[in-house]
């Protein structure tokens, strides 16, 4: 697997998440929008290798403090996406009180990695303990950003339960993967729930060769002589809307 670190920051997919990154920042201009969990209808629609690409954009930003929680007791997979071991993690620090510092990575200088750890017989009840609820209050003192990994809300509470301790949602949505009724079902049922969702990312979206074309155009100019033109940006599309939030 190839780790999210090592993923060309000029790439198309690289841009595609600086996009998602803008739109989560505008997403809700009048409340201070922190903490951000993501979830789905169902597995594998690409929750975590999206949440992991968009926290790691976020790190990318000048002086911007990011923490990315595997919160999916049920299918811990974020450590993977970083290379890191999840012998340790959050469940050590709420069940033993082994302090936070010893449970997270430092991936880089302000992306951390916080894995779910020893994994507990009773993830719901732990979700929505006072502990948990308290742990996500003092984190986000320590941190510009907090995202978090759930498993997906079609199959499980967790997510609908978190939803309630953080400051917006964001649903990932496999492209010809998820049955639209079940995840439209699935959304309502977070609403009902109060969660304040931000938007959703279209994941696994194939996109045609032109937008490839004019991403790489842009990079090329980028690299030659510093700056594309308007003009150049114009001819080749850059100024077209285009559908924002998606990841192929
Ligand atoms: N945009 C994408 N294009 C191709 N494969 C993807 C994409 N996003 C995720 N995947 C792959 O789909 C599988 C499931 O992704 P994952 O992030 O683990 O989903 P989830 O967390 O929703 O269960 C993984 O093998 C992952 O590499
Ligand atoms: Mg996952």
Same mark, same amino acid.
């Given at each position: 697997?190839? !780790?999210?670190? #090592?993923?060309?920051?000029?790439?198309?997919?690289?841009?595609? *998440?600086?996009?998602?990154?803008?739109?989560? $920042?505008?997403?809700?201009?009048?409340? #201070?929008?922190?903490?951000?969990? %993501?979830?789905?209808?169902?597995?594998?629609?690409?929750?975590?290798?999206?949440? =992991? /690409?968009?926290?790691?954009? %976020?790190?990318?930003?000048?002086?911007?403090?990011?923490?990315?929680?595997?919160?999916?007791?049920?299918?811990?997979?974020?450590?993977?996406? %970083?290379?890191?071991? @999840?012998?340790?993690?959050?469940? +050590?620090?709420?069940?033993?009180?082994?302090?936070?510092? !010893?449970?997270?990575?430092?991936?880089?200088?302000?992306?951390?990695?916080?894995?779910?750890?020893?994994?507990?017989?009773?993830?719901?009840?732990?979700?929505?303990?006072? !502990?948990?609820?308290?742990?996500?209050?003092?984190?986000?003192?320590?941190?510009?950003?907090?995202?978090?990994?759930?498993?997906?809300?079609?199959?499980?509470? +967790?997510?609908?339960?978190? $939803?309630? @301790?953080?400051?917006?949602?964001?649903?990932?949505? &496999?492209? /010809?993967?998820? +049955?639209?009724?079940?995840?439209?079902?699935?959304?309502?049922?977070?609403?009902?729930?109060?969660?304040?969702?931000?938007? $959703?990312?279209? @994941?696994?979206?194939?996109?045609?060769?032109?937008?490839?074309?004019?991403? $790489?155009? *842009?990079?090329?100019? +980028?690299?030659?002589? &510093?700056?594309?033109?308007?003009?150049?940006?114009?001819?080749?599309?850059?100024?077209?809307?285009?559908?924002? =939030?998606?990841?192929?």
């Amino acid at each position: 697997m190839q !780790k999210i670190t #090592e993923l060309d920051q000029k790439s198309p997919i690289a841009e595609a *998440y600086r996009t998602i990154r803008t739109n989560i $920042s505008f997403s809700d201009v009048d409340n #201070e929008i922190q903490t951000i969990l %993501f979830t789905s209808t169902k597995q594998n629609e690409g929750k975590s290798t999206v949440i =992991s /690409n968009v926290a790691y954009s %976020f790190s990318k930003l000048e002086n911007c403090r990011v923490l990315l929680m595997d919160l999916d007791l049920r299918n811990p997979t974020v450590h993977k996406m %970083f290379g890191v071991s @999840n012998t340790y993690g959050l469940m +050590d620090n709420l069940k033993n009180d082994r302090p936070i510092e !010893k449970c997270i990575h430092k991936i880089e200088e302000n992306i951390h990695v916080l894995p779910t750890g020893s994994m507990p017989p009773n993830p719901t009840e732990i979700l929505s303990s006072k !502990k948990m609820a308290s742990f996500l209050r003092e984190i986000k003192g320590k941190y510009d950003y907090v995202f978090i990994d759930t498993p997906p809300v079609g199959v499980v509470s +967790d997510a609908t339960i978190i $939803s309630k @301790n953080v400051d917006g949602v964001m649903y990932v949505v &496999g492209a /010809n993967e998820t +049955d639209l009724s079940h995840a439209q079902v699935a959304i309502e049922n977070l609403r009902k729930a109060d969660a304040n969702i931000l938007g $959703s990312v279209l @994941n696994k979206y194939a996109m045609n060769q032109s937008s490839y074309a004019y991403y $790489s155009y *842009y990079y090329n100019q +980028d690299e030659c002589t &510093g700056r594309a033109t308007r003009k150049k940006k114009k001819k080749f599309g850059l100024f077209r809307k285009k559908k924002l =939030s998606s990841v192929r």
